[in-house]
């Protein structure tokens, strides 16, 4: 390979990044509004037939009703924990992003598999299933700004780049990423991980004396490789804006970890000063999700996945207090489901993740229609070639 340098492409801001402030609020009202009042947020939404518009969320929650009834067991829901509660109610299996793969490539029956969720968690469950199984996303805008921050290509040339350099990396891989870099990844004798595993992904890899490049969460990979004791001057920030990353040849052959400058934009939000305030002014035991940024996660009582924290809370007891560092529509749900604790999310702007918040339970609506209709909308599929590597990224990642 004769890769001179790495040339920053043309990289701008992601518009889903641009857009996720769109629906913060000050109050926590968070109950859907019919599709055309929720059209004047301003981000992008996929174009929907125009009866889907008007109709009240009672109509539409009937409707979805009544059409998982006529599909019967060729269906199956499954639900991010981020999802609304008009549309989370409808999910036959509920979970985090390992969970839902799991579910995903266990599910054998279910003809279509409508994926409540983001494009990445659709995309990982069409990998997971088999050839005749259909993964439907209900709404295509629904991405990860994090996902949109590490195109594909710009991946694959830093990683080439690095490579050409040293050959002592690993390529690991954020579940929140496109197929093009799982299938990096898997090519590359590496893989891919979730919030729930990235320890035992990283630790892996480490233990045998390889550096690990990491995308394309920062937070996630260096609260990770801290955690395993790799000191935070071993960890350096490939930033894709810059050329070769912003690291000079022996700043790459002395690093132990790489991480991509990506962030995830809802959980960016919180600060070491609402981390304090929940345990100063209303003595609160804190938990956050590790996308958050080190100096929250290092002064919180308790990190991992949202499947992690809503065992840590529902388990905790009666009378407990808990702030929590994480997407809102999973914060109001522990707190409605356990009302014996008092539950509040650290952050007082209430900012829904703007992508997950598409899957407006209209559209839910909208591929049902289609799939009684014998009509397949929405189906996420990754091509042949992308699938093969990217599958042995994932299964490296189930046999954690
Ligand atoms: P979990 O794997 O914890 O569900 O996280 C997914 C995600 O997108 C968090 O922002
Ligand atoms: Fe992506 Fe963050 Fe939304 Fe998760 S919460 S889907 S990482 S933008």
């Excluded at 954020?174 to 299938?183: E, G, L």
């Excluded at 799939?371 to 909308?377: D, E, P, Q, R, T």
């Amino acid at each position: 390979m004769n890769i001179k340098s790495y040339q920053p492409r043309k990289l701008s801001i992601p518009v889903t990044e641009i857009e996720q402030a769109s629906f913060c609020r000050l109050d926590d009202n968070l109950r859907s509004k019919t599709l055309e009042e929720e059209f004047k947020s301003g981000v992008k939404w996929q174009k929907v037939p125009t009866r889907y518009l008007k109709l009240s969320p009672e109509e539409i929650d009937s409707e979805v009703k009544r059409m998982k009834s006529i599909i019967g067991s060729k269906l199956y829901i499954l639900g991010h924990h981020y999802q609304r509660e008009e549309v989370i109610k409808f999910a036959d299996t509920t979970g985090d992003s390992f969970k839902l793969s799991l579910e995903a490539s266990k599910e054998k029956n279910a003809e279509f598999i409508v994926f409540c969720g983001v494009h990445f968690m659709a995309e990982t469950a069409d990998i997971l299933t088999s050839v005749n199984q259909k993964v439907i996303l209900p709404n295509m805008a629904a991405g990860c700004s994090m996902a949109d921050m590490a195109p594909s290509e710009d991946v694959q040339d830093a990683w080439d780049f690095v490579s050409s350099i040293t050959n002592s990396y690993i390529p690991i891989t954020y579940m929140n990423s496109t197929a093009a870099i799982k299938s990096l990844c898997g090519e590359n004798g590496g893989l891919v991980c979730t919030s729930s595993n990235a320890d035992k992904a990283f630790a892996k890899h480490i233990q045998k004396g390889s550096k690990i490049f990491f995308f394309p969460d920062q937070h996630l990979g260096r609260n990770t490789a801290l955690s395993l004791g790799i000191n935070l001057d071993e960890i350096k920030v490939w930033n894709p804006f810059k050329l070769n990353g912003g690291l000079s040849n022996q700043e790459i052959k002395e690093a132990k970890v790489l991480v991509w400058q990506g962030h995830c934009s809802v959980h960016t939000r919180f600060t070491l000063d609402q981390v304090e305030a929940a345990k100063n002014d209303r003595k609160a035991k804190v938990i956050v999700h590790p996308e958050c940024t080190n100096e929250v996660v290092k002064s919180s009582d308790f990190t991992g996945s949202t499947e992690y924290i809503i065992d840590v809370v529902s388990n905790s007891n009666p009378g407990s207090v808990w702030g929590i560092g994480t997407e809102i529509n999973l914060v109001k749900r522990l707190a409605a489901e356990n009302p014996d604790k008092d539950i509040f999310c650290l952050d007082p702007i209430v900012c829904p993740c703007a992508t997950m918040y598409r899957i407006h339970p209209a559209y839910l609506l909208w591929v049902l229609d289609g799939i009684a209709a014998g009509l397949v909308i929405n189906q996420v599929e990754v091509d042949f070639e992308t699938r093969v590597n990217s599958k042995i990224a994932l299964d490296r990642m189930l046999q954690l």
